[in-house]
Structures are given as C-alpha cells and as structure tokens.
C-alpha cells in the first residue's frame, strides 16, 4: 500500500476500513479511490437535501433523507465484514445495498410513488426493479438469499471442502480471515454498488417532484443534528 493517505474527505471509520483493506487484501487502489469518491459523494447529496431553504420536510425529501443514511451504514457495514471475515453479515448488507438500488429504481420511474417508502414497499417489487436495471443482479441477488436465510446455503456456508473425492470437510465455528482473492472480490461488489447508489440517488436529490411530493412529516428547529 502507498504511504499517502487518501485525499478524500471521508468518515474515520470509512478511511480506516479502506485503508486497512487496501493494505491486507491488495485491493487496487482505483478500486479504493473510486469506492472513497462514492462515499464522499454520498455525504454531500445527504448535506444538499438536509441544507435545502425549506424548513418544512415533506415524506418525499425524508424518504430520499433516509434511503441515503441506509446505503451509508450498509456500505460502511459491508466493509467492516469484510475486515473482520464476516461473510454473513457482509452478504446481508449486499443484499440490503441492492434492495435500496431497487427502490431508487421505483422512484425514478414513478415519482409520486416515493411516499410510499414511508409504509410498506416488498422485497419482491424492490428485487424486480433492481434485476430490470441491472440484469447481472439477479443472480446475485438469489445466491444472497440463500446465504443470509436459514436455508441449505447457510448451513452449508460454514464448511470448507478438503477433499472432494473423499468427501472430507472442516468445519470450524466463528469467523475467519478472507483470502486475498476473496476480500478483493468483495470490496469490488460493495464499490459497484456505491457507484450504482450515487448515480440514482444524485439524481433523486435533483427531482424537485420527488423532494415535494407528500404531507410535511418534520419541521426544521435548528441545525444538522439538532431537534426537529
């Protein structure tokens, strides 16, 4: 890894995990940058639509508010996994990263239908919507389900094969440290998908209609991070 720190403004724990992954996996370091503009960009389309003159906050400006913080903590949560071998928790957040493109999706297509991410939007429509996008997805999409849920691909997830012919396995319990090969591939899927993320939800942020759309839900009392 080079002795320059990215220059990139990003969260501590954001740069630690670039960084350490970086230097413990080889990840490409096109990769990493590519991955720390997402996130940076991310940061500021949330500070535009928090910072807009309106104090008055409709359920399309929230939605859109939220859908940004949920892709943040997912990204940060994938890489984190990644860190300490967590292929579980990485694949639940893979997961959750996709169904929030697909509700990006949705919205783009029908914008007066943002609010109803205030409510009850399925899995199965947010999936749909994503695999219609990005074909290659969905594939992807049902590997992850078979990992995160209780089903033959969870259980099978902890064994590793030792001997095929001779059917012998390990099996040991915890986490375990990626090869090289396999962190690097991970951080790629996670870095695709921040790309995918702050493409759609930019231009989200630039839909005057969507921020409009809906009752107002919260009022402004002060400044980022205060009451509301």
Not at 51 to 57: A, R, T
Not at 97 to 126: D, Q
Not at 164 to 184: A, I, T, W, Y
């Amino acid at each position: 890894m080079r002795n320059t720190r990215l220059q990139i403004e990003l969260f501590p724990y954001e740069r630690r995990s670039l960084e350490t992954l970086e230097r413990e996996f080889g990840v490409e370091r096109e990769t990493v940058v590519g991955f720390a503009q997402s996130l940076n960009s991310l940061r500021k389309i949330f500070q535009k639509v928090l910072g807009g003159p309106e104090d008055e906050f409709r359920g399309g400006r929230v939605v859109i508010m939220g859908l940004i913080n949920h892709a943040h903590h997912l990204l940060a949560g994938g890489l984190q996994a990644v860190e300490a071998g967590n292929g579980v928790v990485w694949s639940a957040c893979v997961r959750g990263l996709m169904e929030t493109f697909g509700a990006c999706v949705l919205i783009l297509e029908r914008p007066e239908s943002v609010t109803n991410h205030l409510e009850h939007v399925s899995a199965g429509k947010l999936y749909n919507a994503a695999k219609r996008v990005r074909p290659g997805l969905g594939a992807d999409i049902e590997r992850l389900h078979g990992i995160v849920h209780p089903g033959p691909g969870s259980v099978y997830s902890g064994f590793k094969v030792v001997d095929d012919e001779k059917c012998s396995v390990e099996f040991k319990l915890g986490l375990h440290q990626l090869e090289p090969d396999e962190g690097r591939e991970a951080v790629t899927v996670l870095a695709n998908l921040a790309t995918f993320l702050e493409e759609k939800l930019s231009a989200l942020t630039n839909s005057q209609k969507v921020l409009s759309t809906g009752k107002v839900v919260m009022v402004r009392c002060g400044g980022e991070g205060e009451e509301w």
